[in-house]
Structures are given as structure tokens and as C-alpha cells.
């Protein structure tokens, strides 16, 4: 029973355009999210989170939107380069219990 | 300092064999975790520890998968017997802020099953 779906298994952006990746929760006590991003035969690395207080977030070229009403989150990447191209897993958590993942969705910038 | 270590990061082995992971967390890191990535599930989560103690192993698929944390510094996750269905990438995480914090993961280990 997945609580945190990506239900776009790829994506592919050229470079310089925006990235938009998504996720969606089921179960509303989520508090907190983050996206990891992975490299092939690396293991994932933390990218960016956001608390559920907030519906914003910015790192960079890196921007996290949350709309608790539609429990949805999306990742926003402007401008897109080549090495952004991974397989990015949004993930959710509420207080005291361990991260749910989602199954990842595979982006790929193109030059 | 070095990040998380697993090993072997590939493990071939026939179906019926014992198969070891291993895990060495970042050290003054007090929670360890076991995820296990595949193509139909994702990444899910098997079992974690705070202070080397296991806390939640209710993703542990069944009684074939064991997991201890003998001291702080090494964890093991042992699937015995494996089965082909087990083929997977397991990765083992640590975190020094709990539970919900940032995680740091290893490379993970890839295990086919035969």
C-alpha cells in the first residue's frame, strides 16, 4: 500500500527549461517531505525537504511547492542542466516514524 | 569523514544459499536503517535501529530476513533461505537527527538471487 506516489515513472526536459516532478500522499498526519536525488549505482542523497507549515521551499535552482489540501507536492528545477538527470524519490513522514518513499521518477535533461 | 559503507555492493548466489549485507554507519550517526529498492515497490523500508536497538521492522517481509546491530558501528541484514524473489538493491542509511531527518545512504548492495 504505497502512501507516496510518483506516478510519472520518467521524464524528459531539455536544458535550460523547467523541471516539474511530482508526488502525491495519501495519508494526511504527513508532516514532513523531502526529495532525494540518485545516481546509478550510488545510493540517494538528500536534495531538499519542507515542513508542512510551509508551502514553499527554495534552494537554488531547486524550489519544493506544497499543497496540503490536494496532499500534493511537486519539485520544481529552473533552469534544467544535464546533471540533474537521475532518478529523483520524493518521500513523506509524519512525527516518529521512518520515511515512506515513493517509487522515483527518472528524469533526463537532454543538451 | 567516510559516509555509509555496505558491503559486498554485488552479491550473486543460488537460490536456497544464506546471504549476508553488511553496513558500517557514519560514526556518532545513532539511527540505521535497511531499505530495499526495486523496480515494482520503490524503495521500502525493512527495519531501523536508534542506538542499536531495532524499532520498527514491520517492513521485514518475513521471517527469512533478519537483521542485529551488534555495536554502533556495523549492522547486518541476513536473508536465509534466499529466493529468487529477493533480488534487489539494498541500501542501508544512516541519520544523526532521528527518524525523520536527513538520511544518509551507502551505495547499497546488489543482490541477485538465482
Known amino acids: 500500500d504505497q502512501q507516496v506516489k510518483q506516478n510519472s515513472p520518467s521524464l524528459s526536459v531539455q536544458e535550460g527549461r523547467i523541471s516539474i516532478l511530482n508526488c502525491d500522499y495519501t495519508?494526511?498526519?504527513?508532516?514532513?517531505f523531502l526529495w532525494y536525488k540518485k545516481y546509478p549505482a550510488e545510493g540517494p542523497t538528500f536534495l531538499i525537504s519542507?515542513?508542512?507549515?510551509?508551502d514553499k521551499n527554495e534552494d537554488g535552482r531547486f524550489t519544493v511547492f506544497l499543497n496540503k489540501s490536494a496532499k500534493h507536492l511537486s519539485l520544481h528545477i529552473v533552469p534544467s542542466q544535464p546533471g540533474d538527470s537521475a532518478v529523483y524519490f520524493c518521500?513523506?513522514?509524519?512525527?516518529?516514524?521512518?520515511?515512506?518513499f515513493g517509487k522515483g521518477t527518472s528524469l533526463l535533461v537532454t543538451p | 569523514d567516510a559516509g555509509v559503507i555496505q558491503s559486498p555492493r554485488h552479491e550473486v548466489t543460488e537460490m536456497g544459499q544464506e546471504v549476508t549485507l553488511r553496513c558500517k554507519p557514519i560514526?556518532?550517526?545513532?539511527?540505521l536503517f535497511w531499505y530495499r529498492q526495486t523496480m515494482m515497490r520503490g524503495l521500502e523500508l525493512l527495519i531501523y535501529?536508534?542506538?542499536?536497538?531495532?524499532?520498527?521492522d514491520s517492513g521485514m517481509p518475513e521471517d527469512r530476513f533478519s537483521a542485529k546491530m551488534p555495536n554502533a558501528s556495523f549492522s547486518t541484514l541476513k536473508i536465509q533461505p534466499s529466493e529468487p524473489r529477493d533480488s534487489a538493491v539494498y541500501f542501508c542509511?544512516?541519520?544523526?537527527?532521528?527518524?525523520?531527518?536527513?538520511?544518509?545512504f551507502g551505495e547499497g548492495s546488489r543482490l541477485t538471487v538465482l
Open positions: 542509511a544512516s541519520s544523526l537527527t532521528g527518524v525523520t531527518g536527513e538520511l544518509f
Open positions: 495519508n494526511s498526519m504527513f508532516d514532513y
Open positions: 519542507i515542513s508542512s507549515i510551509k
Open positions: 518521500a513523506a513522514s509524519n512525527s516518529g516514524y521512518a520515511l515512506n
Open positions: 560514526s556518532g550517526h545513532d539511527y
Open positions: 535501529f536508534n542506538n542499536n536497538v531495532p524499532i520498527d
